[in-house]
């Protein structure tokens, strides 16, 4: 069965096309990318602006318009901090409805976390105890912990590359320092994670969003001399991010056209977004980070195998018989941890 899942982002709007077999296993089709920028210049008033609502429509139609070529039967639309923000957040999607049959799901910064830790977990290496994901929109940050059984923190801030872009960094603001003044709210932003964390083991860091993924592409060629050719498990050091988030924030714009690795399409936000990181890393006193393209688009199809065809979700290690009562819980809606016990 194919089954396709749109993120309506921030930034961008993503496709992925997924062929689910009757053994659980998952493979990807098609994907697409459509940077529509739909939060930009209307965060901080809560509303889309037309011009964004239009692009993104389009958008979609294209996404429709493939969908249905490659014989999807079911399409999960998701939207996340820029329409769930919005004052016309439901005209929005009621002008997708009308425009591509589309039922967009707008879900909570929380509901989002959930989605991109199914999404990343199963490229989580959790040999060293419990993983820490980050992932980094437009709009917000969700950051959780988890290991193989359990989410154990969940967080979703209103901190975005776009958003904190728009407040410090637009023409017109006037701050002497804006690249200090948004240090200084993120760090205010992630006080919370900091405190809620103390004490926790966190084996590893995982980043999964583009933002991140450049940084990781820049700072690799920067290291080796070479640009990499892939951006799934690039690893590096804080201090190499650190170093490249200084040199981002001094740089002109032709400046970071010409830098290795830059993908000219975040020239205006990742000055920002690379602030987002470094001091997500300083709030959880992490060494390093390792990059992983699965996000969201990846859970919202791993919460359709859950919602829709719950055996097939379950592990392959386990039993016929545990998986026959696992099914039977999932089936009923029954307290796991109260049954494991």
């Known amino acids: 069965m194919r089954?396709?899942?749109?993120?309506?982002?921030?930034?961008?709007?993503?496709?992925?096309?997924?062929?689910?077999?009757?053994?659980?296993?998952?493979?990807t089709i098609e994907t697409a990318r459509?940077?529509?920028?739909?939060?930009?210049?209307?965060?901080?008033?809560?509303?889309?602006?037309?011009?964004?609502?239009?692009?993104?429509i389009a958008a979609l139609q294209s996404f429709r318009v493939a969908a249905d070529t490659l014989g999807v039967e079911d399409i999960e639309a998701t939207a996340t901090s820029a329409v769930r923000e919005a004052s016309n957040g439901a005209d929005f999607c009621d002008a997708v409805k009308q425009a591509?049959?589309?039922?967009?799901?707008?879900?909570?910064?929380?509901?989002?976390?959930?989605?991109?830790?199914?999404?990343?977990?199963?490229?989580?290496?959790?040999?060293?105890?419990?993983?820490?994901?980050?992932?980094?929109?437009?709009?917000?940050?969700?950051?959780?912990?988890?290991?193989?059984?359990?989410i154990r923190h969940a967080f979703s801030l209103h901190l975005g590359h776009i958003r904190l872009t728009d407040r410090f960094r637009s023409p017109g603001v006037a701050t002497a320092d804006p690249i200090g003044a948004a240090r200084?709210?993120?760090?205010?932003?992630?006080?919370?994670?900091?405190?809620?964390?103390?004490?926790?083991?966190?084996?590893?860091?995982?980043?999964?969003?583009?933002?991140?993924?450049?940084?990781?592409?820049?700072?690799?060629?920067?290291?080796?001399?070479?640009?990499?050719?892939?951006?799934?498990?690039?690893?590096?050091?804080?201090k190499e991010l650190d170093r490249l988030a200084d040199r981002l924030a001094r740089a002109s714009v032709d400046?970071?056209?010409?830098?290795?690795?830059?993908?000219?399409?975040?020239r205006d936000t990742l000055p920002v977004g690379a602030q987002i990181v470094r001091e997500l890393l300083r709030a959880v006193r992490a060494q390093e980070l390792t990059t992983s393209e699965r996000s969201?688009?990846?859970?919202?199809i791993a919460d359709w195998i859950l919602r829709h065809r719950p055996e097939i979700a379950l592990?392959?290690?386990?039993?016929?018989?545990?998986?026959?009562?696992?099914?039977?819980?999932?089936?009923?809606?029954?307290?796991?941890p109260h049954a494991r016990q």
Do not use: K, Y
């Open 3 to 27: 089954v396709a899942a749109i993120d309506i982002g921030t930034n961008s709007i993503h496709l992925m096309v997924a062929e689910i077999h009757p053994d659980g296993r998952v493979e």
């Open 34 to 56: 459509s940077q529509v920028m739909l939060g930009s210049g209307g965060l901080e008033r809560h509303v889309l602006r037309e011009e964004a609502i239009e692009r993104a």
């Open 100 to 150: 591509t049959g589309l039922h967009v799901r707008v879900i909570s910064g929380l509901d989002e976390a959930r989605l991109i830790w199914l999404g990343v977990l199963p490229a989580l290496d959790l040999s060293r105890g419990p993983a820490l994901a980050f992932d980094i929109g437009g709009g917000s940050t969700e950051i959780i912990l988890g290991d193989a059984a359990n």
């Open 184 to 238: 200084e709210s993120i760090r205010a932003e992630l006080a919370p994670v900091t405190q809620r964390l103390r004490g926790e083991t966190i084996g590893s860091v995982v980043g999964t969003s583009g933002t991140t993924r450049c940084l990781a592409r820049m700072a690799t060629a920067l290291r080796t001399g070479r640009v990499p050719d892939h951006e799934e498990g690039l690893v590096v050091s804080r």
């Open 255 to 266: 400046e970071l056209l010409r830098m290795p690795g830059m993908d000219p399409r975040r």
């Open 296 to 300: 969201l688009r990846e859970g919202i």
């Open 315 to 336: 592990s392959r290690d386990h039993d016929p018989r545990e998986r026959s009562v696992l099914h039977t819980m999932s089936r009923f809606g029954v307290d796991e």
